[in-house]
């Protein structure tokens, strides 16, 4: 019965040609115009969001290797100092550093100028920089120091932000936030596979991302990402309207003169919500795959994230129509489609990625449907796995699962609160 | 086999229906008469369990409905007064729906659609979508609908408003024919009172939620024994006719129409010459002065004082 209720729900939206445009076409038109506003075009080889950085060596490194390595022979066997001569080249922070904003993956995103630090006030005034990196006198040589023996001195990068460039300014901020914690912390090292016995590594306190691992989210994957959440919710609301539709003109009724219980009729509306939500992001999701090259790494976890954000669409419709019912108006869906989902969209980071602006901001999100789906597809967009995603595909659950529960509290008796 | 005993239903403070009482035999057609706003649809959702009452019961074969819905809902075709139809789907989609939603399915699905499409007349238009189709199209599908499940007794909530005479006449002939051919027991709603004369075995008449008349159509005629009706027509109507008319101590109620003037009068009245004698005095040119058989809209007038159609 409730397999019969789905197949009508979908013939109703394949002759409701205008809703299908709305639901199909709106998304993939947005997915082209916001990429276009934002990137170079959707060559997706090439970051469309691409930052310029300037940067500002005050003193060889060289040099400064050189002179610690003379010191160093004053204080430690001289079998240990070759060994760190030999190894020197890898322990080189920022030999380490260039090589890594040089990889491939970096240049997509970052563009690096190499300074005199005379030029410094020229950049400084040049608006087209997202930020200017210094490396301050002895940084190099107190970063070797705080390897090998451990100091708690913490040498530190000067970064000067554009704020005028707040997406990128929050962009690069994060980049070099991560490489220096992993460089004070020493993963540094471990990961170059150095290890020296006279390195003492500290304690390595919460997850530290690698920066070769995480690959940058091209202009048009995000917003592929960010409009198909945000018009996944208003198939939440024509669900409704439907579901309303079907108790104005008495087609409900018919179904419960036919001995139907309304809990079939409520689990028909929360299927089809589901499966359409479901049905909805894979065209949307396959339309740029096959035109703009946008694909998950494993095909897997994305289909077991859509299937969890399909799930909290279908408590949503579900939840809609129920509040319909119950007030006897569609209200609650206008409210809702006019208001709510654009609020649930800004929030959740559709349009923009507000969560880089504050964490205040990305918790607010996660806690949206649609921002927990978002932060869950850019993850395993980044290459991250199902683990990296369990705190959203928890929260899409448990939301479904509300949504459902607060849903049959407010489905009336008999269909009919008069 | 059906009984409803002092049902009541209120909205607010407002009663709908007021300490309604009916009953409806097998086999037998019976109409509720009453203008829009009476309380008959009401008084149908109550019946056939879609709305519950404020108080009374309603039964079936002697088993409270209200409590246990099932086996009632299983025997009852119910044609809703608005069309409760998907307009977007084809009439055959349409019907296979509904028929599926009634445990109907493959061959016997197909047939039953089939006869449906037949005795509504419209195999050919089967693949059209509803919403391309006339008013009287969308009518008789509505019903169709509640047919697929060959039930026992149908319910029809003014199912020929708004629509053409040819439609309504089919609609008509269908409801007769299923009666005589089937036994098939029919509540039938409307505020057209030829209808109700043209179909029903017995009738009841509703206003602003109280029944205020019911019997066989003989019986609630008898009701105007003791007065008769007269119309006279005229080529143009003025005023001063109507005020004469009403301060005549022998008319007893005046209704107008654009040339037509209806009055009640005492059955052994003889008013003929003094109608004339009125109309020469006011200077109205009569057409005919016609004694008529009195018509339920006549009861209605009668016992309410007013038109059974605005
Ligand atoms: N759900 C409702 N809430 C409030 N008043 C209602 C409701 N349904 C019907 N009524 C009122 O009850 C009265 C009877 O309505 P109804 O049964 O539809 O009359 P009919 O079918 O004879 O035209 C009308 O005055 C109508 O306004
Ligand atoms: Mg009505």
Known sequence: ?418 | MIELVDLTKKFKQMYAVKNLNMFIERGEIVGLLGPNGAGKSTAISMLSSLVEPTSGDVRFENNSILKKPAPFRKVVGMVPQNIALYTDLTAEENLLFFGRIYRLHGKELERKVDEVLEQIGLTDRRKDVVKKFSGGMQRRLNIGVAMLHDPEVLIMDEPTVGIDPQSRNYILETVKRLNEDRNMTVLYTSHYMEEVEFLCDRIYIMDKGNLIASGTKDEIKQILSSEKTISITMERLNDEFVEVLKQNPQVNRVTTGEKEVTILVPRDANVFSEIIRLAESTGIELNSVDNKTPTLEDVFLHLTGRALRD
């Not at chain 1, 209200?331 to 959740?348: D, E, H, K, P, R």
Request: net charge negative; aromatic share 12%; charged share 15%.
């Open chain 1, 1 to 418: 019965m409730i397999w019969h209720i789905i197949k009508k729900q979908g013939l109703l939206f394949w002759r409701n040609k205008q809703q299908l445009i709305l639901l199909i076409a709106l998304p993939i038109i947005l997915i082209a115009i916001l990429g276009a506003a934002l990137g170079s075009g959707f060559d997706n080889e090439s970051s469309p969001i691409k930052m310029k950085v300037a940067f500002i060596e005050q003193v060889e490194e060289q040099d400064q290797i050189e002179q610690f390595l003379t010191d160093l022979q004053e204080q430690v066997p001289s079998g240990v100092v070759d060994e760190i001569k030999s190894n020197i080249d890898m322990m080189a922070p920022i030999t380490n550093i260039k090589a890594v904003l040089e990889s491939e993956e970096v240049k997509e995103f970052l563009e690096i100028t190499y300074m005199d630090p005379s030029e410094k006030s020229v950049i400084v005034d040049d608006e087209s920089y997202t930020a200017i990196v210094e490396v301050p006198e002895g940084f190099s040589y107190d970063v070797l120091e705080s390897m090998v023996f451990n100091n708690v001195i913490s040498p530190t990068l000067l970064i000067t932000y554009n704020e005028e460039q707040q997406v990128g300014t929050s962009i690069v901020s994060s980049f070099f936030t991560q490489f220096q914690e992993q460089l004070t912390l020493g993963t540094f090292l471990g990961e170059k596979g150095i290890d020296l016995s006279a390195i003492d590594y500290q304690e390595v306190n919460g997850e530290v991302i690698s920066i070769n691992e995480q690959k940058p989210v091209s202009a048009s994957a995000y917003y592929t990402i960010g409009m198909t959440v945000m018009n996944v919710l208003f198939l939440a609301g024509a669900v409704g309207y439907y579901a309303y539709y079907e108790k104005e003109i008495n087609v409900f009724n018919r179904i419960i003169m036919a001995n139907i219980s309304r809990w079939v009729y409520f689990s028909g509306v929360l299927a089809s919500g589901t499966i359409f939500a479901f049905i909805q992001s894979l065209i949307i999701f396959g339309f740029s795959w096959l035109v703009y090259g946008i694909r998950f790494p494993d095909i897997l976890d994305f289909l077991v994230v859509t299937v969890a954000y399909s799930f909290a669409i279908g408590g949503l419709a579900v939840l809609l129509s129920a509040l319909n019912y119950r007030l006897n108006s569609e209200t609650i869906t206008n409210f809702f489609m006019n208001i709510i989902a654009t609020l649930l969209a800004v929030l959740g980071g559709s349009f923009y990625p507000i969560g880089d602006f504050s964490s205040l901001f990305q918790t607010l999100g996660n806690m949206t449907p649609n921002g927990a789906g978002l932060t869950a597809y850019l993850t395993l967009l980044r290459g991250e796995g199902i683990a990296g995603i369990s705190d959203n595909l928890m929260y899409l659950v448990i939301f479904a699962l509300m949504t459902v529960v607060v849903a049959a509290l407010c489905f009336p008796k008999r269909g009919v609160s008069a």
